[in-house]
Structure formats: structure tokens, C-alpha cells
């Protein structure tokens, strides 16, 4: 059970630091240009944060690691980390999904249903 929570937060960790250096840059392009805007970059709070959850990302999936094979973790976290990121991009960043990233995603999570269920 604790690789699974591992796994998950790994999962969700990586997810949400993906998401948070999207917010740093978003934020940084309104800033101004030079070397303010790489002074006030590496003060964004969400640039700090997002490399945290990596470092946090990181020591989650390295012990699921310890308890899954490779062949199940990575494929886990790599789509889970997709379809979270993708979600958010499109109710929070307004991103357009068209036809095939939908049909894309399905097979995704068709296919980590089917690797969950191996491991």
C-alpha cells in the first residue's frame, strides 16, 4: 500500500511542478526584459515552489521504485502525469484539446488501466 501512496505523490508532485513553472512563466513574461526579469524570476514564489515539488517528486518516485519495476512505475507516472497536466491546462490555462489529444488521452488512461492492473 505505501508504494502505491509513494507512486501517487510522485505522480501528483511531478504533475504539479510542471504546472507551477508554467504559472513562473506566465508570470515572468509580464515583467520587464533583462536583467530585472531574471532577478524577479528567481524570486517567484512559484518557480521555488515548483522545483521543491520536483525535489519532492523525486524522492516519492524513487522509492516507489524500490517497490514497483520500472516497467510499471515509469509508464504510471509518465501518463497519470500527462492526463493531470492536461486537465489543468485545459480548465485553468484555457488551453483548446481538440478531437485527437482526446481520443489520445482515452487510450492513455485505457493503457494505464491496463499496466495498474499488472503490477
Same mark, same amino acid.
Not at 504533475?15 to 517567484?44: C, P, T, W, Y
Not at 514497483?68 to 509508464?75: E, K, Q, W
Given at each position: $500500500?505505501?508504494?502505491?501512496?509513494? *507512486?501517487?505523490?510522485?505522480?501528483? *508532485? /511531478?504533475?504539479?511542478? /510542471?504546472?507551477?513553472? %508554467?504559472? !513562473? !512563466? ?6 520587464? +526584459?533583462?536583467?530585472?526579469? *531574471?532577478? %524577479?524570476? &528567481? @524570486? /517567484?514564489?512559484? @518557480? &521555488?515552489?515548483?522545483?521543491?515539488? #520536483?525535489? @519532492?517528486? *523525486?524522492?516519492?518516485?524513487?522509492? +516507489?521504485?524500490?517497490? #514497483?519495476? @520500472?516497467?510499471?512505475?515509469?509508464? =504510471? $507516472?509518465?501518463? =497519470? ?7 489543468? +491546462?485545459? &480548465?485553468? #490555462?484555457?488551453?483548446? #484539446?481538440? !478531437? ?15 499496466? !495498474?492492473?499488472?503490477?
Amino acid at each position: $500500500m505505501i508504494q502505491w501512496i509513494a *507512486l501517487t505523490s510522485g505522480i501528483v *508532485l /511531478n504533475a504539479a511542478a /510542471n504546472i507551477l513553472l %508554467k504559472m !513562473a !512563466a506566465r508570470h515572468a513574461q509580464e515583467m520587464d +526584459s533583462g536583467a530585472h526579469l *531574471l532577478v %524577479k524570476l &528567481f @524570486l /517567484n514564489p512559484y @518557480l &521555488f515552489t515548483g522545483i521543491l515539488s #520536483f525535489g @519532492l517528486a *523525486l524522492g516519492a518516485y524513487s522509492y +516507489s521504485l524500490t517497490r #514497483f519495476p @520500472l516497467s510499471v512505475g515509469y509508464p =504510471l $507516472m509518465t501518463s =497519470l502525469g500527462l492526463i493531470i497536466v492536461s486537465l489543468f +491546462s485545459y &480548465f485553468v #490555462f484555457a488551453e483548446q #484539446f481538440s !478531437a485527437g489529444k482526446i481520443a489520445g488521452t482515452v487510450l492513455i488512461i485505457l493503457g494505464v488501466l491496463l499496466v !495498474a492492473r499488472s503490477a
